[in-house]
Each structure stands twice: as C-alpha cells, then as structure tokens.
C-alpha cells in the first residue's frame, strides 16, 4: 500500500491546470468537498458513464436503466432506515478544532498495525532472499504474530462497540489507545455524537404547508420504489436488474481527498431482484462480474482487493468492498452487497403497496431477495486518472506528463495539428478535422510550437496526433503520433479514417 502523497498532489494540480476538475465556486473560494468538472473531466465522465451502462443495460437482456428524481417522498427514507440509522460516529478534537469519523480513526490504527506487520514480511523477504518461506513467517514470527493479534482484537472490540452503539466506549477506545489528533497530537477529544449524513430542505410554499424533504444519498432507493413499475411494463422475469446512474448527496463529516470523498457525487448503481435462497449465488456471480469490469479498464489486478465487511450494513446478509490503491492508499471503489428484502418489505409496510412478483415455475408469489452492486463514479474516475498519470523521462533528458488513459475512456481521441499556421497547412487540417469530428470527438489547435501542441495532447490523454507539413502539401501525406510511444506513422491522407479505424480502441 504505497502512500503516495507527492503524486497525489501532482494529480490534483493538474486535474485543474487541464481542466478537468476544478473546486466548485472557485471564485468564491470554493465549497468543501464539492468540485466542477471541467471540458475534459465531463468528457471522462461520460465516457466511463457509458461504458458502465452498456456493460451492465445493453449487455444483459434482463437488465433495465431508470432515471429517477433526486427529490423523493420523505416516507422513502424512514422505511429505507437512513432518517434514523444513516449516521457517523463524529469526534472532534479540542485543541485543533478538526472533526473526525470515530470509528475511522480505529480503523487508521488498525491499518497501521497491518502495515507493520507487512512491513517485517518485506524486511523478512531482502534478508532471506530466495529461501524465504513467507507462509512459515507469517505463522511463527513474534512481532508479525503479535501485530496481527492485536488488530483482530481491535477490530472485534470496534464491530461490536458499533453494532451496540457504544459512543461512550468508543472514545474510551480511542483514549486506550491513545490516538492522537494528526494536525495538534493531542489526545484531547470531545464525545463521540452521531451525525445523520442527510441534506434536507424544504417543499412547499408556505411555512405551513412546508415538508421536509432529503436529497438523496444514493440512487439505489429510486430503483426500489419503481419496482412495481418495471415489474409491470417491461414483462422481466426473475432474475431481473433495474441500473442507474445518478447524483447522491452526503453531508460528510470528514470530507478531505480531493473527489475520493464528496458531499454531492454520482452513483452507478444496479438492483439484480432474485428468488430468495438463490442470492448468494448472484452476488458470487456479481463480485465476478463487477471485478472483470474493473480489469477491463486496463488496470492491472494488483491495483485492487476485496474487502469482506466486519459490520454488515442493517439491511445486508453478505458485503464486499472492491477497494483500490489510491496515492492515499487502499480504499472503497465499489460495493456489492446482498440486501435480502429489506428494502421492498419495508416500502411494502410503510407505502401499502404489494411488493409480491409471481413466480409462474411456482404457480406463488413471495417478495425479491436483491444483490446490488454500487460504485462511485467520482471514485472511478480518481482510480483511472491515477493510474494514467505518468512521468516520463525522455531519451534528451526532458520530462513530459502523459495520461495514459485507455482509448475508450479519453476525452479527446484525435487532435489535428498545422505544423505551423501558413502556407495552407492551417487550411488542409481544418479540412481533416471538420471530417474527423463526425466520427470522434477531436481538437483542432494551431497555437504554438508543435512539441508544446503535443505536450498539451498528452497532458489530456489524446491517444493520436495528427500533423499536416510541409510534405502534405506535396504528397498529401500526414503524420499520425501515437500518445505512448510517441512513434509516427506517415500515411496518405485518405487512410486517416481507416488508420484510426484499425488503432483505436472504442467502443
Ligand atoms: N446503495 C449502497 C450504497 O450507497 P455505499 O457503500 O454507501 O453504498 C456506494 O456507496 C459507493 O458510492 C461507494 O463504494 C463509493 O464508491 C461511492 N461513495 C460513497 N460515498 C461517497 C462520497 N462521499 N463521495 C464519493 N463517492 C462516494
């Protein structure tokens, strides 16, 4: 788990200096944990928008999209459980003023101890070289033995501290061990209050007839109550999915790492409604499922792992996590979870609605079991421009900054360069590009040199340049860069489609 904090800042700068991500009301001094996408970040966006809904809705007959309202009933929410279980545990510390997830803070002392453990395994493994048995190690070296004891026993006292809702042990934990404040290194803290995640507002034009209303803190709720809805209209039978894409909002308590953590974010979510007992063997299929996806987007395995859940969720029979190594380390990226019928027997209690599906193998009617799988669009994107974000060393001895993000996700798939703006080069490359933009999203730019042009392509993952020179003018010949390896191609101007054709991975 490489913590790398240079990198992370490097990442951020430039998500900005490219515009692809800027702080939201900048001009106002920005608005914590809120950010804007910029003409490249929105690009991405979409672009990893629909590979994820062509993946799961046009990929699988039996899954169907939605696009339900951010605002819902307020009695969605009672029966769902988040107006009175949707909290954090907040802790603040007197000195620095900073407030702090509680049970976060365990969490990072518990990590620390795996660290240390694996740090030995490491130390281990340069000392002993090939002959090292790391098996034999982990079982029977004291130090590693005793690190990994001590978090299991941690952990066990945080779940169920948790799961009693024990605030004052939770800051009696927190004092045993002896976590101090990062920012004043003081162990100087309040009690532990929960803190209910939800923004609400107000419907209604008077304050007499005003009701109190949430914004949503994940779509997955939209899906429910449109249950019956698609159970009648689009003629699915179980197994069935219902999948959305779509903003969800959470007053976050601990709201740094860029757009890791947001208080308004975007959801890509999917409601698989399965016979009950067969759910276990959904959400095995799904875990596989979800995991492929993510390899699918040319990252390698190693960059991720599965997270088993100590706590499980109120409405959960089985939870994972498939977390990835951020630069701040290894985090959630996408849950899968088991949700049994909690959500439609609780809207069926709390609406009246039946929320039965007839099974005619059966000839009988009961309520669904539901897998979900639910991941952060934000979160993608930080895992994929992370991974992109590469420095390279050139052969002169220069540096340049390339996004090596994978053909289909960038934003920009040509760019359409005069080497310099006379001679009719300028003229024959508007040409190009005015017949290239009705295939690919292209940029035509003529500003400076045409190494800066090519560096300022890189810099937002353009995986093509192409040049119009002198030569063309002659032969009617172009030069076609590839962004990783920087070779060019000259190729006669009529094979340009059929190059990019043959070269470019899109979908
Ligand atoms: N419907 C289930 C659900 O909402 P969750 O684990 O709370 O489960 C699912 O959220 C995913 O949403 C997370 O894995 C994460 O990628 C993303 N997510 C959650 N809170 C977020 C936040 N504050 N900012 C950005 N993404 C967030």
Redesign the pocket.
């Known amino acids: 788990m490489a913590q790398d904090n240079e990198l992370f800042k490097k990442l951020v700068s430039h998500c900005k200096e490219y515009g692809f991500i800027f702080p939201s009301s900048e001009i106002y001094d920005g608005l914590s944990?809120v950010y804007d996408y910029g003409q490249y970040g929105v690009e991405l966006k979409n672009n990893i928008k629909q590979y994820w809904w062509r993946s799961m809705v046009q990929y699988h007959e039996n899954i169907v999209g939605i696009d339900a309202a951010i605002l819902m009933h307020p009695k969605v929410w009672k029966a769902s459980g988040h107006v009175d279980a949707f909290n954090d545990p907040l802790i603040d510390n007197k000195d620095s003023k900073i407030r702090y997830k509680a049970d976060q803070l365990v969490e990072d002392y518990i990590n620390k101890l795996y660290e240390k453990a694996e740090k030995e395994v490491e130390k281990a493994k340069k000392r002993f070289g090939d002959n090292f048995d790391e098996k034999l190690f982990r079982d029977t070296n004291e130090k590693v033995k005793k690190y990994i004891d001590e978090a299991k026993i941690i952990t066990d006292k945080l779940v169920k501290l948790l799961e009693e809702n024990n605030l004052a042990g939770l800051k009696k934990l927190i004092e045993e061990l002896k976590i101090v404040c990062p920012v004043s290194g003081t162990c100087n803290w309040t009690d532990v209050r929960q803190f209910n995640l939800m923004f609400s507002t107000q419907l209604g034009s008077t304050a007499e007839d005003a009701m109190t209303i949430y914004l949503r803190?994940?779509?997955?709720q939209g899906i429910y109550v449109n249950y019956l809805n698609i159970l009648k209209t689009s003629r699915q039978k179980l197994p069935f999915g219902i999948a959305q894409i779509g903003k969800?909002f959470?007053n976050?308590i601990v709201?740094r790492q860029f757009?890791?953590?947001?208080?308004e974010?975007?959801?890509m979510?999917m409601q698989y409604f399965v016979k009950p007992g067969t759910e276990k063997e959904w959400f095995e299929y799904w875990k596989e499922q979800r995991m492929q996806w993510h390899l699918s987007l040319g990252i390698p395995k190693e960059k991720y792992r599965w997270h088993e859940h100590e706590k499980l969720?109120h409405y959960a029979n089985a939870a994972v996590?498939i977390e990835y190594d951020f630069p701040f380390g290894f985090k959630?990226?996408?849950?899968i979870?088991s949700r049994t019928d909690y959500d439609l027997k609780r809207h069926q209690e709390f609406s009246g609605k039946k929320m039965l599906y007839f099974d005619p193998d059966i000839q009988d009617s009961y309520i669904p079991y539901v897998v979900?799988t639910?991941?952060?669009?934000?979160?993608?994107i930080l895992a994929v421009l992370s991974h992109a974000f590469t420095e390279d060393t050139l052969s002169d001895g220069t540096t340049r900054v390339v996004l090596k993000i994978p053909d289909f996700l960038a934003p920009i798939k040509v760019a359409i360069l005069p080497l310099v703006k006379k001679d009719g080069m300028n003229d024959y490359a508007l040409n190009i590009f005015n017949d290239l933009k009705k295939y690919y999203l292209c940029q035509y730019d003529e500003k400076d040199s045409i190494g800066r042009r090519y560096r300022r392509q890189d810099a937002i993952g353009t995986p093509y340049c192409i040049t119009v020179d002198g030569q063309t003018l002659e032969d009617n010949t172009v030069t076609i860069r590839e962004r990783d390896s920087m070779l060019q191609d000259r190729i006669p101007v009529d094979n340009i489609r059929k190059y990019l054709h043959d070269k470019l991975n899109v979908i």
């Not at 757009?259 to 208080?263: D, E, H, K, Q, S």
């Not at 959630?332 to 849950?335: K, M, V």
């Not at 639910?374 to 993608?380: A, H, K, Q, V, Y």
């Open positions: 944990a803190p994940e779509t997955a969800a959470r976050e709201a757009i890791f953590r947001m208080r974010f975007e959801q979510e969720a996590d959630e990226l996408e849950g979870h979900e639910s991941i952060g669009l934000d979160r993608t």
